[in-house]
């Protein structure tokens, strides 16, 4: 049976700005910048080189240990008494001769970002940092979620196959307060700031001009789609535009879902394909890598995210804790496949039903559950 939860679209401020978000989440905004872009710089090299995979001692691997370090060290500069539920830790860097070596390689990637962008030698103090202090940095999100007090979630590069490949991925970052996701911001480096037309099925990798987007959002004030590569934070908010997902599509006739890349683990084409195909969903699916997915709903690209992993696999907290707040900051609605609402607070690991569905208003949300509930019949 499928249990409906009571979430609603969000009751947002309209007057607010991303200005008015508080200080923390400000914070979070310059932590995603930086380490968005380390991961662009990153990746531009890794194409180079033709380097695709994430062995203990890639550029991938460096790059991710590299962008928590960054974030880490940024949010405890801001707000030290926040703790931070993160996926990686410093273990492996501490253990031996090879990850020495790969902890330099972090610790430059860390302190050439931190010296070549704009404003962020106040994050460590103007001075380079230790590879002590990166791996203490890195180690920071040992943390386990709390159902008290504020709790940073991070994934530093969400979307590594997306990341290897060229295409799209994001640093995402949301804040918990009491058990509940109040903020979210995501930095997707490659997707496109214009609108995605209905005509094309998988998201291309943006022009470097173009700069990318970062969305953010905080409860009660909506969701904010700016800029993500300017260094000036002031002319990042003034060119902030306010998200709103497509609540006046209330059925399948007029949506558009968004799905995993073609060779995600997480993706089963068929049965979205059967659903679409159920619901009266005629425009083929948006396949694009990462939680840029919830961008995309959230800005109204896409009504639907659709998300069936195999039934082995766990969802981790910090894979949709800030895309969840991006798109029920938006107006959207988001729940596991069995309508069941998401708890980011039980653990590092997410327990859902059957998957995960994001939509764009709360009576397509319920079209797609009882479609769920029907496959079960």
Known sequence: TTTTTTTTRASSSSSASIADFPEEMRAACEAVRLASALCASTQDALLRTDATSKSDDSPVTAADFAAQAIV???LAATCPSIALVAEETADALRADADGARLLARVTHLVNETLRGEAGASCACGGGALTANAVADAIDRGAAAPSRRGDVWILDPIDGTKGFVNGRQYAVALALMRDGE????????????RRAIP???????????GDG????????????????????????RYDAATRCA????????????????????IVADHARTNALASSLGITTAGLQTDSMA??????????????RFPPAAYREKVWDHAAGYAVVVEAGGVMTDAGGNALDFASGRFLDVEKGIVASASPELHAKVLAALAAEDE
Request: proline share 4%.
């Open 245 to 264: 997902t497509n609540g006046d599509v209330v059925d399948g006739a007029g949506a558009r879902y968004a799905e995993s890349w073609g060779d995600s």
């Open 72 to 74: 880490s060290v940024v």
């Open 198 to 208: 209905r005509t094309e099925t998988k998201i291309q990798t943006c022009d470097r």
């Open 212 to 235: 990318g987007v970062m969305f953010a959002a905080f409860k009660g004030l909506g969701c904010f789609a700016m800029p993500l590569r300017d260094a000036d934070a002031a002319v």
């Open 293 to 306: 997915k919830y961008g995309v709903v959230a800005r109204g690209d896409a009504e639907l995210y659709l």
């Open 181 to 192: 996701i109040v903020g979210g911001v995501l930095g997707c480096p490659n997707l496109p």
